[in-house]
């Protein structure tokens, strides 16, 4: 079983809906929960960071973090052809040997005009 | 832009020789790490340096090497290479050791005939 698990999609959503993207875990230590957007052949730009359960918002972007159950999502609003992008999640714990990032596989979305 | 440049963008060669990815980290940026993306694998950690002293690896092989100069920018070398490490390999860096709020280049795409 891997780390970190993240449906590959491909999604396929209209212009202005609400997107949810999702990634499910299995290591308790992880402790920093990050989403990366990837356009094609580009590197990964870092969209928002979580410490701990909680929310997150910036302009569009809203991420959760629900460490009871081990899943975490990002909900982008009113969603636009340029957020058509893969989008990784990635977690790591703090210090030692859980000090580097997990990515899962990437989820890849496609907005339609 | 995040700040993090890599050379070259593209590197074509043969099997069972040896090549350099270069990488600058953002201004004031401390921590270098190196990824491999490949279709089959995702994004995996190969290691990390923190101001000149490695402090993590994943999963790099012994093949692959890496090092942090003092103005901190880092080089991963790649020797008797293989077909299967053609990839896209990603720098990215952070202020401090903590492997959460990393910012990625803009990757070097090694294709190995």
């Known amino acids: 079983q891997k780390e970190v698990e993240q449906d590959p999609g491909p999604l396929s959503v209209p212009e202005g809906a609400i997107v949810s993207l999702n990634c499910t875990y299995s290591n308790s230590a992880f402790q920093y929960f990050m989403w990366y957007r990837q356009y094609s052949r580009k590197g990964p730009e870092l969209l928002m960071y979580?410490?701990?359960?909680g929310n997150k918002e910036d302009g569009r972007f809203t991420a959760q973090v629900d460490k009871s159950s081990k899943y975490i999502s990002l909900f982008i609003r009113d969603s636009q052809p340029s957020d058509s992008a893969t989008y990784l999640c990635a977690m790591s714990g703090y210090g030692g040997a859980t000090n580097k990032l997990i990515f899962g596989t990437g989820t890849l979305l496609a907005v339609q005009p | 832009d995040s700040g993090v440049t890599q050379t070259p963008k593209h590197l074509i060669t043969a099997t069972g020789q040896r090549v350099t990815l270069r990488c600058s980290p953002r201004s004031g940026d401390l921590s270098v790490y190196w990824y491999q993306q490949s279709l089959d694998q995702g994004l995996q950690f190969l290691i990390q340096?923190?101001?000149?002293?490695?402090?993590a690896k994943g999963n790099i092989l012994e093949r692959f090497s890496a090092q942090q100069f003092p103005d901190l920018h880092s080089e991963l070398n790649l020797s008797s290479l293989e077909l299967g490490d053609s990839a896209l390999y990603f720098c990215?860096?952070?202020?401090?050791?903590?492997?959460?709020?990393?910012?990625f280049g803009p990757g070097t795409r090694l294709t190995v005939t």
């Open positions: 979580t410490y701990s359960s």
């Open positions: 340096y923190y101001n000149g002293e490695e402090r």
């Open positions: 990215a860096s952070s202020v401090r050791g903590q492997s959460y709020e990393q910012y």
